[in-house]
């Protein structure tokens, strides 16, 4: 049986991939941010079930596939 834990998603961007684009940042604000050279910074907590709808048009819109949603290791 799956628990509210089992189900929790969490954004991770692969920094080697990322070209600091700021897709991520413009469809997920209430997430992610911009570090001074236009990389993203992850809040680091579960994705919230209200916000999943836009973390996958964020992993989504990034145009080198940097960004992924996943489970919570």
Known sequence: MSTATDMDK?????PIECSGHGAC??????MISL????????????VPPALER???RA???????????????
């Open 59 to 73: 992993v989504n819109g990034c145009p080198v596939l940097a960004l992924q949603l996943g489970r919570k290791p």
């Open 35 to 46: 570090d001074e050279w236009g990389y993203p910074l992850i809040d680091p907590r579960p």
């Open 25 to 30: 940042a413009e469809l997920l604000p209430e």
């Open 10 to 14: 969490q954004l991770r961007v692969n």
């Open 54 to 56: 836009q973390a996958r």
